[in-house]
């Protein structure tokens, strides 16, 4: 998605050769025409999917999860992050590690909410080691619905979440594949045969 790639170059800030800051626009002031465009991005590339519900997990990617649900026509969930579960049979969860804080955490959502007539589209901001998305897919799993994909905002290539989720025969779409980044600097997947 261009508008978006071109948004990163000149709003993103690298911090680091793996952690892209994008707080100004995408997730923590958000640029609600952007992810409003991200949304329909999302319905176009999953509309023949027949997806009844997007999934998503607290709280950067429910920005995005509803623009996907207004576009897809359908109800978005975000799972909860909690420390310890107690509702016991009234959840679905799953273990996490979170990149960004360095911490293991649980994630849950209600049983009410999905379950084996559901097709699942699920969205998050950034793609990266693939541990939060890796967490939500067991969730899908254990409801018995069906994953149709999962789709990211930013996927940081060089890091190996988009293979963990591919050895599991899941159909990835990122809207925006960084193939490699460093302060001042970021290389998008599509421009690495412009480089040589
Ligand atoms: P993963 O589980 O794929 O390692 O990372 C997923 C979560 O970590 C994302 O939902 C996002 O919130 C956070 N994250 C991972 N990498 C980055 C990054 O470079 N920048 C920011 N802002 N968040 C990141």
Do not use: W
Request: glycine share 10%; net charge negative.
């Amino acid at each position: 998605m261009k508008q978006l790639e071109e948004r990163i170059r000149r709003d993103g800030q690298i911090l680091s050769d793996t952690v892209l800051k994008v707080d100004s626009f995408l997730n923590h002031q958000v640029d609600t025409g952007l992810a409003l465009e991200i949304g329909r991005e999302f319905g176009r590339i999953f509309a023949d999917e027949r997806i009844t519900k997007v999934l998503t997990i607290e709280a950067s990617g429910i920005q995005f999860a509803m623009a996907a649900g207004i576009a897809l026509g359908v109800p978005f969930v975000y799972a909860k992050k909690k420390k310890a579960v107690t509702q016991g049979e009234e959840v679905y969860s799953a273990e996490v590690y979170s990149f960004t804080k360095r911490e293991t955490y649980q994630v849950s959502i209600s049983r009410n909410y999905l379950g084996p007539g559901d097709r699942v589209l699920i969205v998050d901001d950034f793609l990266a080691t693939g541990a939060a998305l890796i967490g939500l897919t067991d969730i899908v799993a254990e409801s018995g619905a069906k994953l149709a994909g999962v789709g990211c905002v930013i996927e940081k290539s060089f890091q190996e979440g988009r293979g963990l989720l591919e050895e599991r025969g899941i159909r990835v779409q990122s809207l925006a594949r960084i193939a490699a980044m460093s302060p001042g600097h970021v290389q998008f997947v599509d421009e690495e045969s412009l480089v040589h």
